[in-house]
């Protein structure tokens, strides 16, 4: 079991920053690939961005591409996500989860925090 807990949010302007972290306990963080998912009132759960358990590999959404940068520390068993150049589009819950590969797919990640949210006022 791993245990996933999100802060960060809030409320910020459009053009303004924030930093997600997701602190993790449980079973080894460092064996677990990680990402962000976000999802907007009446959408679906949208893929942002993971992380390969090393941190080598990263893929990020086109939609956040440049603007939006997945990290992680091993050390501190907490994943990160930066998140600059903010939009009223990004408005949503985030949530990060943790699984076998750095992936797409939600389905693909067994763990899963309660989320975040994210308001961006225009």
């Known amino acids: 079991q791993v245990q996933l807990v999100e802060s960060g949010g809030g409320l910020v302007q459009t053009g303004g920053s924030l930093r997600l972290s997701c602190a993790a306990s449980?079973?080894?963080?460092?064996?677990?690939?990680m990402g962000w998912f976000r999802q907007a009132p009446g959408k679906e759960r949208e893929f942002v961005a993971a992380?390969?358990?090393?941190?080598?590999?990263?893929n990020h959404a086109d939609s956040v591409k440049g603007r939006f940068t997945i990290s992680r520390d091993n050390a501190k068993n907490t994943m990160y996500l930066q998140m600059n150049g903010l939009k009223p589009e990004d408005m949503a819950v985030y949530y990060c989860?943790?699984?076998?590969?750095?992936?797409?797919?939600?389905?693909?990640?067994?763990?899963w925090g309660q989320g975040t949210q994210v308001t961006v006022s225009s």
């Open positions: 989860a943790a699984g076998r590969s750095p992936v797409r797919i939600a389905a693909d990640y067994s763990y």
């Open positions: 449980g079973r080894t963080f460092s064996g677990y690939a």
């Open positions: 992380i390969s358990f090393g941190g080598a590999i990263k």
